[in-house]
């Protein structure tokens, strides 16, 4: 069974600084990892995904994440927080089913990322 | 192109009533996941659909819970009778065809059950 672990409910970094927020998996089979952001009152969206490939992904809003099989960790970063950036983000896997598209997604319980101005 | 829409965003119901929440996915889209978010717990994967046939509903919380996917158009999630418990946030999300991974998703219903 797959379980996704994020590391602090809450995060809290001034404007301009780095944003690391953390994300392990553990899953059977090489899992497809993402990050979603939801935003006050809106539905979930995609930042970011890996799937296959370069383990170093980039996503909207100048946010990345690596994937390290080693680490069983897709960890979140962004170089310099802004304002705009204050939201939940979640990180979630999945694992390919039969008909060769991706099962549901397991998430992390969330983490609110607060920025200090 | 008009995303994953949901209806209605908020519902409040009484224990033992009957609630029909309603998805419409992005046009074409074959897969449909329906999820919930309880109070203060992480976002749990309820049922898939691939096109109109139930793929995967391992996460439905019991018999009190039935989805349709109506031609492989719009979903419906129906909770019949209502629980206290039931109360919480349920996303539909979809994604294109086999071999998609990026689920797209709505903005949520809202249910409280009192």
């Known amino acids: 069974a797959q379980s996704v672990t994020q590391l602090g409910s809450h995060v809290s970094v001034s404007e301009g600084a780095l944003v690391l927020l953390r994300c392990n998996y553990s899953s059977s089979v090489p899992p497809y990892l993402f990050w979603y952001v939801q935003y006050p009152n809106q539905g979930l969206q995609l930042l970011l995904k890996y799937t296959t490939g370069a383990t170093l992904v980039k996503g909207i809003n100048g946010f990345e994440a690596e994937f390290k099989k080693s680490e069983t960790s897709f960890h979140l970063t962004k170089p310099s927080a802004h304002m705009s950036d204050a939201a939940e983000y979640f990180c979630?896997?999945?694992?390919?089913?039969?008909?060769?598209?991706?099962?549901?997604?397991?998430f992390g319980k969330g983490t609110h990322l607060i920025i200090q101005p | 192109e008009a995303g994953v829409t949901q209806f209605p965003s908020h519902s409040v119901i009484e224990k033992g009533q009957t609630v029909t929440l309603r998805c419409d996915p992005i046009s074409g889209h074959d897969n449909l996941y329906w999820y919930r978010r309880v109070m203060g717990k992480e976002i749990k994967f309820l049922l898939h659909?691939?096109?109109?046939?139930?793929?995967?509903e391992s996460g439905m919380p019991n018999n009190r819970f039935l989805a349709e996917r109506t031609g492989g158009t719009y979903s419906t999630l129906k909770v019949q009778p209502a629980e206290l418990e039931d109360s919480g946030v349920y996303f539909c999300?979809?994604?294109?065809?086999?071999?998609?991974?990026?689920?797209?998703f709505g903005p949520g219903t809202r249910l409280t059950v009192t």
């Open positions: 659909f691939v096109k109109e046939s139930k793929q995967d």
């Open positions: 999300a979809s994604s294109q065809d086999a071999g998609s991974y990026e689920q797209y």
């Open positions: 979630a896997s999945s694992e390919a089913y039969s008909g060769g598209g991706a099962d549901g997604l397991t």
